[in-house]
């Protein structure tokens, strides 16, 4: 089974371009937090990896949810 | 939100309040923490707080009735904690009482003292260590006043002089004072005794706070009429007062109130082993007597519900301050300060139990309830913690709902309200339920197939839940008010309150009337109450009933009956605290290692998903399982609705329902165990992976990397992501994850 070790060489399927690093805003209960993420430089599209999304993501929801 | 009615929930909550005996004592002394160093054999320290409290200790233990014996909680149980031998046996054991001396600067008022009877030695005394110029004036040759009488005077002679040695006090003796020229000092108390003078004090004197009419006088002692014991407080209070006065140049203010926040609330001795007191062997305990003794005080201070309810032991509130937090949290101005209850208000089961175990009945549960309405209207209640409920409440409602009265027209008799999840967890339980009432008993019974609207309450959603409420109401109405026969508790529990006009009946007392033929015990099994099921003892015994009829040997659990617990499913806590619903799942398994047998399905699927051997009292009704059928995954719970809607209307109406299959359930997919229990666990639905999963193999948003391609749906307020592989001709899922957060222009560019 194939896992990711790194964010390189992800492509988006629909552009056939190489993701690129680049920085996203999210919005959660009123506020606002950004990270790098990796984004299809063609048409924008985003992809949240389980690191970030079980690690800084889920760790900054509960900090608002408990605000 | 109203800060009355938040406090109002708990305002019965009396823990951290002072025990009973401490209520009952005049002094007010701090018995548990007494009791509590004579069990540690820690005489000196135990001395030494009841010198602190008392001035003169034996001498005040021997004129006491000990009123803290009369009130003691371990009179209900055996017999009283013997306060007064232990007090005997602390001076006994304790071989130093000398005071401690304190190297205090002098002070330059000087007090006057007129009388030294107990009541003037304890005020002379306090004064005299906080170093002001104390003078005693005494109208015998000797002080003691009517202690002298009293038959234990040797030994109150010898105390009193140990404790007054390293302290400086002028005794002038032979010197009654008459008015009106009494001393000239800077604040006089005057407590000449039973017989004594008052010096035409007593008008306008105020008994609370022993200050006389006059600038700097303060009268009490047995001249104001009072008992020894009460003389000895006034010599307290006297020193105290006169300390406040000289400091501040004020007499005190007539109307304040007495010390606050004595309740005298007793705790519930339910279960407590007894232990009868311990008797002195010789005339005064010996140290192991002593600590035996002192360790039977219950060290009385409630926690019946932090006792029973994990989330409480958990964030080691109280409802008292629950309420206050709850309060605080409504009027935080966002930016200023932080909220401190959020994660607390939605951990609660919102079972009742603490309620239903308190014995002045503070209601935690409720004041959280009020706290997560009042987030929801303040638009603060994190939507994720109970978008995924509300969606299942929805298709319950629409897409797996069904009315019909029957076989007797339009209207019937009775109609049975199954509630979303039995069905969900085995269509079964409602064919087989409905036959029972419809067929064999040949009742005039409808079908109701929805929703009673809980999750709508758990959510804090009180318009929809009332909305709900209502909607079943007209559907009630169109079937010509017909009594509502429930398979769930929580329904019941809902329907009671929401539609307080229909009449409610548990599905098990009606098959308990039901004739059946008795079963040879097959099998033991603990049964276990659902948390709402506290509200009707007919449907617990009739559940027990069935049970034994069905071959099964009912076991009791601790924790049954009105204190039954929440199996952990209530409130909907698992998407906001999912540590504390594994406690709380863990907990109620671990109970007994006898199969459970349960009445509502969500237990049932929790022990399920748990690998706990649990049945449905209808799988031994019907004898459809044993317990050992797997948990029912979320998207087969839809099915299962769908189904027997479709079963149901074919077998009793002469209309079908086609049920809607959708293109991406006919997709080849595998999942593997283990993320199968990950999506149980964070509640994503295969439905969803399988969207995913067919809009990006239709052209969707997807990336991929070394033959593994990643694609992500918005499934209410929460974005799940997948990774999958092809897998010959269909797919195999990699990974699943999700998260609560949007990103700003969405994931999708």
């Known amino acids: 089974m194939a896992e990711f070790v790194s964010y390189e060489d992800i492509l988006c399927s629909r552009c056939r371009v190489r993701m690129e690093l680049a920085r996203a805003d999210f919005t959660y209960l009123g506020h606002n937090f950004h990270t790098e993420v990796m984004r299809c430089p063609k048409c924008g599209a985003v992809y949240i990896p389980e690191e970030l999304a079980e690690g800084k993501i889920a760790d900054a929801e509960t900090a608002l949810e408990d605000k | ?749």
């Open chain 2, 1 to 749: 939100m109203d800060k009355e009615k938040a406090m109002a929930f708990t305002s019965g909550c009396f823990r951290g309040e002072p025990a009973v005996c401490t209520n009952a004592c005049p002094f007010h002394l701090d018995l548990r923490s007494f009791t509590e160093k004579m069990q540690k054999g820690r005489f000196s320290s135990a001395y030494r707080q009841l010198r602190s409290e008392l001035i003169f200790p034996e001498t005040v233990s021997l004129l006491c009735s000990a009123p803290c014996e009369g009130v003691c909680t371990r009179k209900f149980l055996d017999d009283s904690v013997r306060i007064h031998d232990l007090e005997s046996a602390c001076f006994e054991l304790t071989k130093k009482k000398e005071p401690q001396v304190y190297r205090l600067p002098a002070r330059a008022e000087r007090i006057a003292v007129i009388g030294g009877g107990l009541s003037g030695l304890v005020c002379a005394l306090r004064l005299a260590i906080r170093k002001y110029s104390v003078t005693v004036y005494e109208a015998s040759g000797s002080w003691g006043g009517s202690l002298k009488d009293h038959p234990s005077w040797e030994k109150m002679e010898a105390e009193i002089r140990t404790q007054m040695s390293p302290e400086k006090i002028e005794f002038v003796f032979d010197h009654p004072v008459g008015s009106p020229d009494l001393p000239d000092a800077d604040a006089v108390y005057v407590a000449t005794g039973a017989s004594g003078s008052t010096f035409g004090l007593l008008d306008g004197w105020d008994p609370g706070t022993l200050a006389a009419a006059a600038k700097g006088i303060f009268v009490g002692g047995k001249v104001t009429g009072c008992s020894d014991i009460e003389a000895c407080l006034h010599g307290m209070k006297a020193a105290q007062q006169i300390e406040s006065y000289l400091l501040s140049g004020n007499m005190p203010d007539h109307a304040k109130k007495e010390e606050a926040g004595f309740c005298g609330h007793y705790i519930s001795t339910e279960g407590m082993e007894k232990c009868p007191a311990v008797l002195p062997s010789g005339g005064t305990y010996t140290k192991e007597e002593a600590a035996a003794e002192a360790a039977r005080c219950l060290q009385c201070d409630c926690s019946a519900c932090m006792d029973a309810c994990e989330m409480l032991q958990k964030y080691r509130k109280d409802p008292l301050r629950i309420s206050t937090e709850i309060y605080q949290d409504s009027v935080v101005v966002a930016g200023a300060s932080m909220r401190t209850i959020g994660r607390e208000v939605s951990s609660c089961n919102l079972c009742g139990l603490c309620e239903r175990i308190c014995p002045e009945n503070a209601d935690a549960g409720a004041a959280i309830l009020y706290s997560r309405r009042d987030r929801v209207s303040m638009g603060i209640y994190p939507p994720a913690f109970h978008d995924h409920w509300l969606r299942e409440m929805r298709f319950a409602m629409e897409d797996a709902s069904l009315v019909m009265a029957g076989s007797s027209g339009e209207t019937c008799e009775y109609v049975f309200f199954p509630g979303c999840q039995l069905g969900a967890s085995d269509p079964r339980y409602v064919e087989k339920a409905y036959a029972s009432l419809a067929e064999e008993a040949d009742l005039s019974c409808g079908l109701i197939l929805s929703c009673c609207g809980i999750p709508a309450r758990w959510a804090g959603m009180e318009e929809l839940e009332n909305d709900i409420a209502e909607r079943l109401r007209e559907q009630l109405h169109a079937l010509g008010n017909p009594k509502v026969i429930c398979a769930c508790t929580s329904c019941e529990r809902s329907l009671r309150e929401k539609l307080p006009e229909t009449e409610i009946i548990s599905l098990y007392s009606v098959l308990c009337g039901f004739p059946k033929e008795e079963t040879p015990v097959k099998t033991d099994a603990a049964v276990f109450d659902p948390c709402a099921s506290s509200l009707d003892a007919s449907a617990r015994q009739s559940v027990r009933v069935l049970a034994e009829r069905s071959g099964i040997r009912v076991q009791e659990l601790a924790w049954h009956g009105e204190k039954a617990r929440c199996c952990g499913f209530g409130g909907h806590i698992q998407a906001a605290n999912p540590e504390l619903y594994e406690e709380i799942t863990r907990n109620r398994i671990s109970e007994s290692d006898l199969p459970y047998v349960t009445y509502c399905a969500n237990c049932r699927e929790t022990f399920a998903s748990r690998g706990k051997q649990a049945m449905h009292i209808l799988d031994a009704v019907y004898g459809l399982d044993d317990g050992t059928r797997p948990p029912v995954p979320i998207n087969m719970r839809r099915q299962n609705m769908l189904r027997l809607k479709k079963d149901i209307m074919e077998k009793y109406t002469d209309q079908t329902f086609v049920i809607p299959r959708e293109a991406w359930e006919d997709m080849e997919l595998q999942i593997p165990e283990e993320l199968q229990k990950k999506m149980a666990r964070t509640l994503i639905s295969e439905d969803t992976v399988r969207k995913a999963l067919y809009t990006a193999e239709n052209g969707g948003v997807r990336f991929e990397k070394e033959g593994v391609f990643i694609a992500s749906i918005k499934e209410g307020v929460v974005t799940v992501w997948i990774h999958y592989q092809k897998n010959g001709e269909g797919y195999e899922l990699v990974k699943v994850y999700s998260h609560r957060m949007e990103i700003a222009g969405g994931q999708n560019g």
